[in-house]
């Protein structure tokens, strides 16, 4: 299968001596995140002690995994970077393009209509680059690495905030903007700020009706979705050893919920079971070997308040099941409390839908569990009160589930199985029953519930819960229903109280699959043609940016001064533009649309210096580019914040915006504006944001002068004929100088390619 053994056969070969290093130069023994981040430094051996939260690390990454809907920008960047291969082993999912609606089959055959041109140019790209392919149908992104690619004590980034889910395999891995995995796929580093540390001691059991779920609720509810930011969580103690890989892989994914870099477990049996039980005996067989290196040292776990930043303890035996929710995933009630809360505050108790599934919770011991609170439903005679509907992680779960009769429960209370893809979980649901201003609940075993996340509604109340808490909620149709302590009435009338559910880890006769859906590159893929119809509306090839002329810019007009928050999503919106993240021209006519212009507070109102007419932010780019005119953007504080979204630079660019001059950027933000040639400054006294005008003209005088930490000064020149003369700061070095001159940073390593 599509693993790389000697890939990981290296990486466990340097990681003993590494790790003495660091240990050595930290002078402490070392947490696992520790272990695995000074084992994967660019530099390769460590030279240097690290700041957590402060210090900025080149990292060497192990593996790359792309979903098709970020796919789309990176890989249509990549092609820029003139490389013939990808340099790290990569894959592409395709599984946020398909739309539940019907069923599995339904659905796929339309989404392969609907998405064809998509889906063919990323097979395509990834047959001529040497990137595995998995195909529409084959499965959720972090299922199908998790059961094929992740392996202990690994590093890997992924375009996808879940890429995290990976950690239940005992992986650092961490989601991406796609500038970062073009990067990697091109053979640069991947720069990352060293994270802190957040340890969380689990000690006893899971029983009854807790779940591996239930663990991560009950973090969310302590943390916050704030509460990981910039840290990695690492479990440890014999509870974390009772739990089966999947259940610490489910615990892993929603660390995306509450901000964490990313989540992991130190190596253990139960993923020595898992890889196993996954036809990875050589990847078990090689871990054996390296196993203190794949955990946290003893000393580390025996006193962790010394060496965490914060730790966190939680007791398994007595751990409560939890429903999180509505609208966010921290707001944690234990079952049977929800009731009350719910009245109090107009939450629908009636539920309409139970969805179980995704890449959160879809494995063997999911689906068994759930089964058999499904198969008591039609054992104690229970019509269950709201719909059914399952979302299988991937194909080998499903044809494995399907072959041992535990999807046919379901389909015995009439649920959809929905096709091995993301579905729901990312709004990819045409949902027929809930339309209007009609407040619903739900409840789902999948990861966020931000207000429209699954259907589009923002009535939808929806609450996360373990798969069979789900189904035990869904069977009742209330979100007051506590299964541990209440009974239904069944169909002849009688009390009936539902068991406790009884799962198995793996599957006793091993996983199984026809067509798993896995495409390998061709060897050589220089003769592979990449498709892309020029009449797309959702593809465009790009097109390299301008150099640099090496001359002063003259002349630049004012596009937008921004009002206050000006996040990625101001800059770039999502929602329906998602269409559009392969097709930079018409994804730009978003440019810029939801930032508020400083002079009348509005949002996609400015003026058109040459017309002195108001109009949107993208027109009134385009007019400035068609008269070859270059545009500046100003900005308030931490420009450019929320998510690490290429777009948010590459669409300015696109639009002939050459330089953004803020009071300060997120520092993403600012790297990718450097990343796509573009000056990204600030004011060196940010009281000089007022002195920029509507319908100022800016001449930067000395970029000929351009180097490191030499601040630039630009001419403002204001319409009544008076100028200002404007410091602005940068923090170029001189590889990042060099981008700008190239015009971009694959320009750059494009020109290296050549030469
Ligand atoms: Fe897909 Fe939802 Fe997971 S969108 S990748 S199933 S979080």
């Known amino acids: 299968m599509a693993f790389d053994i000697e890939m990981i056969k290296g990486v466990y070969k340097t990681m003993g001596e590494r790790i003495d290093k660091a240990r050595s130069l930290t002078g402490k023994p070392l947490t696992l995140a520790e272990k695995i981040l000074y084992s994967h430094l660019d530099e390769g051996m460590p030279t240097q002690v690290f700041q957590r939260g402060k210090s900025y690390v080149d990292f060497k990454p192990d593996r790359i995994a792309c979903q098709d809907a970020t796919a789309q920008m990176a ?64 499965g959720i992104i972090h299922q199908v690495v998790l059961e094929n690619y992740a392996f202990p004590g690994g590093m890997m980034i992924g375009t996808d905030s879940h890429t995290v889910n990976a950690g239940g395999l005992g992986m650092v891995a961490i989601g991406v903007g796609g500038a970062d995995a073009v990067d990697v796929m091109a053979g640069m580093p991947w720069e990352l700020k060293f994270p802190k540390l957040i340890g969380v001691k689990l000690t006893g059991k899971l029983n ?97 308040e010394k060496y965490f930043d914060q730790v966190i303890e939680i007791d398994l035996n007595t751990l409560r099941p939890h429903l999180n929710g509505p609208f966010t995933p921290d707001l944690a009630t234990p079952v049977g409390e929800l009731g009350e809360k719910a009245i109090k505050n107009g939450w629908p108790i009636k539920v309409d839908w139970g969805l179980i599934g995704s890449c959160t919770n879809s494995s063997y011991e999911d689906l068994t569990r759930a089964a058999s609170i499904a198969q008591q439903a ?115 009338g009688q009390e009936v109280k539902l068991d406790e559910p009884r799962g198995i880890e793996l599957p006793p006769e091993g996983f199984a699959v026809d067509d798993n859906g896995f495409l390998a590159p061709d060897a050589d893929g220089s003769g592979v043609q990449i498709k892309v119809n020029p009449e797309s509306e959702r593809l465009e090839l790009l097109t390299p940016f301008q150099p640099w002329d090496g001359k002063n ?162 001419l ?7 100028e200002d003369t404007i410091i602005a700061n940068h923090t170029y070095n001189e590889s990042q100088i060099q981008w700008f001159r190239e015009g971009s940073a694959l320009n750059l390593i494009k020109k290296e390619n050549v030469a």
């Open 716 to 722: 403002v020149k204001h319409a009544d004929g008076s």
């Open 75 to 138: 890989l249509l960047q990549f092609m820029q970077a003139g490389k013939p291969k990808v340099a790290v082993p990569t894959t592409v999912h395709c599984d946020h393009l398909i739309q539940a609606k019907q069923g599995a089959k339904k659905d796929l055959i339309r989404a392969n209509k609907t998405s064809h041109e998509v889906f063919d140019f990323l097979e395509s790209v990834s047959n001529k680059y040497g990137i595995g392919f998995w195909k529409p149908g084959a």
């Open 208 to 304: 009854g009706w807790t779940a591996s779920k239930d663990v991560i609720l009950k973090v969310a509810g302590i943390l916050t979705v704030k509460g990981g930011t910039g840290a990695i969580v690492e479990y440890f103690g014999e509870g974390a050893k009772n739990l089966s890989c999947t259940g610490k892989g489910t615990i892993c994914n929603m660390g995306a919920e509450i901000g964490a870099t990313t989540s992991t477990f130190g190596y253990d049996d139960s993923m020595e079971r898992f890889l196993r039980a996954t036809d990875r005996n050589d990847i078990a067989d090689e871990a054996n070997k390296v196993r203190e290196h794949l955990t946290g040292d003893a000393e580390v776990y025996a006193a962790p």
């Open 553 to 714: 810019i003259t002349g630049a007009k004012l596009l937008i001064k921004a009002f206050g928050k000006c996040t990625t999503d101001h800059i770039s919106m999502a929602g329906p533009w998602l269409r559009y993240r392969g097709h930079l021209d018409n994804i730009s006519n978003n440019t810029l649309i939801g930032a508020v212009n400083a002079y009348n507070k509005q949002t996609n109102m400015v003026k058109n210096q040459l017309t002195g007419e108001y109009g949107a932010v993208p027109d009134t780019a385009r007019a400035y580019k068609k008269a070859g005119i270059q545009s500046i953007v100003v900005g308030d504080h931490n420009y450019g914040e929320g998510s690490s979204r290429e777009h948010a630079a590459m669409q300015p660019r696109h639009l002939g915006v050459i330089a953004v001059l803020v009071k300060s950027f997120a520092r993403i933000h600012e790297t990718n504006l450097k990343k796509q040639g573009m000056l990204g400054l600030t004011f060196a006294n940010e009281a000089d944001y007022d002195k920029i005008k509507e319908n100022d003209t800016f001449d930067f005088i000395d970029l000929v002068d351009f180097a490191p930490e030499k601040p630039l000064a630009i």
């Open 378 to 492: 039609i054992d104690k005679k229970l019509k269950p009160k709201s719909d059914f509907g399952i979302n299988p992680g991937s194909e080998q779960i499903r044809f494995t589930a399907e072959r041992d009769g535990l999807l046919s429960v379901f389909e015995n209370l009439g649920a959809t199985i929905f096709t091995n893809a993301c579905g729901p979980c990312i709004g990819q649901w045409d949902r027929s029953d809930a339309q209007g201003d009609k407040k619903n609940t739900i409840v789902h075993s999948f990861n966020r519930n931000f207000s429209k996340r699954a259907d589009g509604n923002p009535n939808t109340h929806a609450f996360v819960g373990s798969p069979e808490m789900v189904a035990a909620i869904a069977i009742s149709g209330r979100l007051d229903f506590d299964p541990m302590n209440d009974t239904l009435l069944n169909e002849d």
